[in-house]
Nanobody
Framework: QVKLVDSGGGLVQNGGSLRLSCATSGFTFETYAMSWYRKLPGKDRELVAAIDTTGTNTIYTDSVKGRFTISRDNVKNTVYLQMNSLKPEDTAVYYC?????????????????WGQGTQVTVSS
């Protein structure tokens, strides 16, 4: 069965950094695209970043471009989100999502599995 376990959240000061990890199992990780979503307080979940099977292609929501980097390790079956220059408005619960596929430079979740969520809080 598909299992996604995300971790790495915490409390960080404005301008700080965190790295989120999502350990996966139950599917052929290297054949699927993966993504990170977040749920800001009072808002719906939104796509933060996505990555194709090899890590060659990535997409980011405009608000995190230049600050966040999604990456993957196809040996460890793990996807990461490196978050730098964090801002209070990044405060949210972050969720790993997959498996997905890549098409026309867009991410699509084929089966819609989610990690349990990891809280990121950025203080001002």
């Amino acid at each position: 069965q598909v299992k996604l376990v995300d971790s790495g959240g915490g409390l960080v000061q404005n301008g700080g950094s965190l790295r989120l990890s999502c350990a996966t199992s139950g599917f052929t990780f290297e054949t699927y695209a993966m993504s990170w979503y977040r749920k800001l307080p009072g808002k719906d979940r939104e796509l933060v970043a996505a990555i194709d099977t090899t890590g060659t292609n990535t997409i980011y929501t405009d608000s995190v471009k230049g600050r966040f980097t999604i990456s993957r390790d196809n040996v460890k079956n793990t996807v990461y989100l490196q978050m730098n220059s964090l801002k209070p408005e990044d405060t949210a619960v972050y969720y790993c999502n997959g498996p997905g596929y890549w098409g026309n430079n867009e991410y699509y979740s084929s089966h819609d599995y989610w990690g349990q969520g990891t809280q990121v809080t950025v203080s001002s």
